[in-house]
């Protein structure tokens, strides 16, 4: 059972990693626009002068 | 690369940027380091073709830092080092592609849906994440009470539980718990109190309890509900920000600025509300006048409907009056501004249009009505159930807690908080689908009730511009007209031009305001315009028609019609099929009024009717106990639109109308009318059904709670089961609509 004093908190730190990815890329702005991104994605070249938002 | 985000710049640098002349840069945010942002509204971009051929333009500019198109908001983000005229450079670009572009000047509005989104959105992230996490260690517990786990591993997960989830339910149970805190403090009640009362209670009985090392805690039911409600009202609020988007991106188009001459003699841009009295004020050909004057150098035709609901255009010359919101067709025009801002006749219709959503505003949805004597006997019910316990069965404070917690839990009213988002969404996506803009929580309720409908004529019933009916046969002539019409914006001319848009123009082509052209051809002077203009007899007919003379050939006529709206015919068939009593009320002249009237087939017309007489008119159906949907386009209409009991604009009406209307269509037909009745009535239906559901749920769970027999979480359980179940029946409507996409 001992196992679980480290297995628990393992869990719960990788869980937490993720909420805060989620929150990152919510401040990013990744969320405000679903249809644009998806549109986007078929684009084959990178347009120039191009950064992140 | 600085983080600072166009958004920050407008607000800081708006007030401090200096419109240049006649431009767009008094909309454009400029930082001290020589960068400029802009936003603009790009309303034609519908694909992800519009992004690649927009993005890829602007992006090849050396001086663009920045470019991004929202194809969901259709802005337009732009972020430049170097001056603030680059941003007619930009307009220019972007017209080169074939796109109008306007500032985009309602952001702060939208803004602020974004904000609530994301705080929404993140407090759902952590309720899903504190929910599943806890809800294992609950279930580890739940199983190890029956497998002889010990003491100290439960203890253990008690307080990795309690870990997870204290600070959890703080974050995500802010929306709530604030307005749970607002409603109170003003001595009221709403949905959230109850909701808050529950969730924090049984987070601080869970928290004694494992202090006290007891064996049950109740962390999961607390966030489990928590989510649940959290999903509700993400979903309600995504739906209405998106509509309410979609009616500021029509009005956004329309807010332009007015091109004012300063002493100097030269123009600058200034909001329309700015201008003072006296001052000189420019309307290009094909503007919107911005201010009430009077004309003093200039003659042109100016397009009154939205003012007044006329279809033709009114010739004005020096000394005559305009008023802010009539467009100017035909040549520039300098006016000397009389009245602006909140002065104008256009402001008046505005007052009015308030002063009419004011009492509409009193409307309450039926959720609310529930919840508003709901929530109290819910509250009663568990202070008695403490009470009780305490001291009729003289149980201790701890067992008689966790039943009035029980009571709470079990009576959240999950079926408001949950079902009516649901319901609303399904209801709003699929009409969203078809073309029409919600934008009003309270408008589908509304819908659902009504019995009468008036409709306006111009922009409604029919298209806005007229087109070409009878012409001459002749080639040659088509060709010669079509050439001619070119040259000008009168609505005829246009209505030629779109029938015959093949022939070559022609060139020194002269337009004599409020008569016609003239054009010198090889064989003599051709004219088109009016039967004056032509110097000919004027034809009995009530048509609106033109007369081309060319030397050698006879005079033709064209005569022009306005064409109803597609469906017009088949969708007033279709209302008065299904009951509904229909009239129309139109500001235009009675012949015309008459023929739209016998073409859709509705007897009951009035023609000639005023902004005052159109309230007045739907204000007496009102009295008369009628639930009234009025739909139309224009200014003239945005008063009758607001006082209505449920209205629907198309998405070309003017921006006051578009305001004032619960409801937005777009596209040409009129055939999502009767849908959207339907499926108002069919929501209406449904969350009826759902608060029934949870009044029996409640009924029968209450008394069982009070007695003690379920703890915390079998309530969550049963709770949770029957937002299920409403969410389900929710989502019947979108099982019941399928078969008519």
């Known amino acids: ?53 | 690369m600085t983080t600072v985000s166009l958004l920050d710049v407008g607000q800081q640098g708006r007030a401090a940027a200096m419109p240049g002349p006649g431009t767009k840069a008094g909309y454009v945010a400029c930082r001290g380091n020589g960068g400029c942002g802009l936003s603009l509204l790009v309303a034609e971009v519908h694909c992800g073709a519009c992004i690649r051929r927009i993005e890829s333009r602007l992006s090849r500019e050396p001086a663009v830092e920045l470019v991004r198109l929202n194809l969901s908001t259709r802005r337009l983000d732009v972020r430049w080092h170097g001056t603030a005229d680059f941003a007619d450079e930009i307009i220019a670009m972007l017209a080169g592609l074939g796109y109008e572009a306007s500032p985009y000047v309602a952001e702060a509005l939208v803004e602020r849906d974004r904000a609530t989104e994301s705080t929404l959105l993140k407090a759902l992230a952590v309720a899903f994440f504190a929910a599943s996490n806890v809800m294992m260690l609950s279930w580890a517990v739940w199983v190890g009470h029956d497998g002889g786990m010990g003491q100290g591993t439960r203890a253990f997960f008690h307080w990795m539980s309690a870990l997870i989830a204290v600070p959890s339910i703080v974050y995500a149970g802010t929306p709530f718990f604030a307005s749970a805190w607002s409603a109170v403090r003003r001595a009221r009640t709403n949905m959230d109190v109850p909701i808050s009362l529950g969730v924090i209670l049984t987070a601080a009985m869970s928290l004694a309890e494992t202090v006290r090392g007891g064996p049950h805690v109740y962390f999961d039911g607390a966030l489990s509900l928590l989510f649940v409600l959290l999903l509700g009202r993400y979903l309600d609020q995504q739906v209405r920000a998106k509509a309410r988007s979609a009616v500021q991106n029509l009005a956004i188009l329309a807010a332009r600025p007015v091109s004012v001459i300063g002493d100097d003699g030269r123009s600058r841009a200034t909001p329309a509300d700015l201008v003072k009295s006296g001052e000189l004020v420019l309307a290009a050909a094909g503007e919107r006048i911005g201010v009430d004057g009077v004309v003093i150098a200039g003659h042109s035709s100016v397009d009154t409907s939205l003012i007044n609901g006329e279809s033709a255009p009114k010739p004005v010359t020096k000394g005559d009056q305009v008023f802010a919101g009539t467009l100017n067709l035909l040549s520039p025009l300098s006016i000397l501004a009389q009245a602006a801002g909140a002065s104008t006749v256009l402001s008046d219709i505005i007052r009015l249009v308030e002063a009419a959503e004011q009492k509409r505003g009193r409307f309450v949805a039926l959720a609310d009505r529930t919840v508003r004597w709901y929530t109290p006997v819910v509250h009663v019910l568990a202070a008695s159930t403490f009470v009780g316990w305490l001291l009729l069965m003289e149980a201790g404070w701890q067992v008689a807690l966790v039943n009035a917690v029980s009571v709470l839990i079990i009576a959240c009213p999950c079926a408001l908080g949950l079902a009516v988002p649901v319901t609303q969404v399904v209801a709003a996506s699929r009409l969203m689908r078809a073309g029409l803009l919600l934008k009003s929580e309270t408008a589908l309720e509304r819908l659902a009730s009504i019995d009468t409908i008036l409709f306006d004529k111009t922009g409604t019933l029919t298209l806005a511009q007229p087109v070409l009916s009878e012409h001459p046969d002749d080639a040659e002539i088509l060709r010669l007209a079509s050439g001619l019409a070119a040259a000008s914006r009168h609505p005829l001319a246009v209505a030629i031009r779109n029938a015959i848009p093949d022939a070559p123009m022609l060139d020194y082509v002269q337009e004599v305001p409020g008569f016609g052209l003239s054009w010198n051809g090889p064989h003599g002077e051709v004219r088109l315009g009016s039967a004056a203009w032509c110097q000919i007899e004027p034809s009995l007919d009530s048509h609106a028609e033109a007369w081309l003379v060319s030397p050698g050939s006879p005079p033709r006529r064209f005569s022009f019609a306005t064409e109803l709206r597609p469906g017009a015919v088949e969708t007033v068939a279709a209302l008065r099929r299904s009951g509904y009593r229909l009239a129309i009320i139109s500001g235009d002249r009675s012949e015309t009024v008459g023929d739209i009237a016998a073409a859709v087939g509705i007897a009951d017309w009035h023609a000639g009717v005023s902004p005052r007489e159109k309230i007045a008119r739907v204000e007496r159906l009102l009295q008369a106990g009628r639930r009234v949907l009025m739909v139309g386009d224009g200014i003239n209409d945005a008063p009758a639109l607001a006082a209505a009991t449920a209205s629907l604009a198309p998405a070309e009406a003017a921006d006051v109308a578009g305001r004032a209307a619960d409801c937005v269509w777009l596209g040409r037909s009129l055939a999502s009318v009767p849908m959207l009745l339907r499926t108002a009535r069919q929501a209406r239906a449904i969350v009826i059904q759902n608060i029934g559901f949870s009044f029996v749920y409640n009924a029968a769970w209450i008394p069982v709670a009070m007695a003690g027999i379920v703890t915390p979480w079998i309530a969550a359980l049963a709770m949770s089961a029957s937002s299920l179940a409403v969410t389900f029946n929710a989502l019947r409507l979108n099982l019941s609509m399928r078969g008519e996409a």
Do not use: C, H, S
């Not at chain 1, 919510?26 to 070249?45: N, S």
């Open chain 1, 1 to 53: 059972m001992d196992v679980l004093l480290v297995l628990v908190p393992i869990a719960l730190a990788l869980g937490t990693l993720g909420l805060f990815a989620f929150f990152w890329a919510i401040k990013g702005g990744q969320y405000e626009d679903l249809q644009g991104a998806a549109e986007r994605i078929l684009y084959d070249e990178d347009p120039p002068n191009q950064k992140e938002i």
